[in-house]
């Protein structure tokens, strides 16, 4: 399982207009679901992201975690974050969980963020997404569990 992690002052994720998912201070989450992964995979990923410590404390340094400041994650799914584009100009996504996987984990990694107590807005699994974000530093973060 892979996540790209951004830390956000506001996030938010638009289907054919309607808003889907949204969060104020917090974490945008890109997820990618690989073959190999499971449901104890996303409930680990969850707990390290909960946890990650990417958030400033009064003295500037990242000592804080999206908990620790009362914050909200935007997940997303983002089958794409294992392409393989090694090979001529068209990325291969064979690379990726099956889609019914896809979502049954991603519904997982869900599930156990909010089972830790953080707000999750999502975005709808396989469709085009617009997504907003204002990032924060810039801080960007990948998670490969």
């Not at 990618?32 to 990923?45: I, M």
């Not at 794409?80 to 690379?95: E, I, K, Q, Y």
């Amino acid at each position: 399982m892979r996540a790209v992690v951004q830390r956000v002052t506001r996030a938010k994720c638009t289907v054919d207009g309607a808003v889907t998912g949204e969060t104020g201070p917090g974490l945008l989450v890109l997820l990618g679901v690989a073959p190999q992964d499971s449901a104890d995979t996303a409930r680990t990923l969850a707990a390290k992201l909960a946890k990650l410590r990417i958030f400033n404390d009064d003295a500037g340094k990242m000592n804080r975690s999206v908990q620790d400041i009362g914050g909200g994650v935007l997940s997303i799914s983002q089958f794409t974050l294992f392409a393989d584009t090694s090979r001529g100009n068209r990325p291969s996504f064979t690379g990726a969980a099956s889609p019914k996987q896809g979502r049954e984990l991603y519904a997982e990694f869900n599930a156990a963020l909010r089972a830790l107590g953080l707000p999750v807005g999502e975005g709808v699994f396989g469709a085009h997404m617009d997504i907003e974000l204002v990032n924060d530093g810039p801080v960007t973060v990948t998670l490969d569990i």
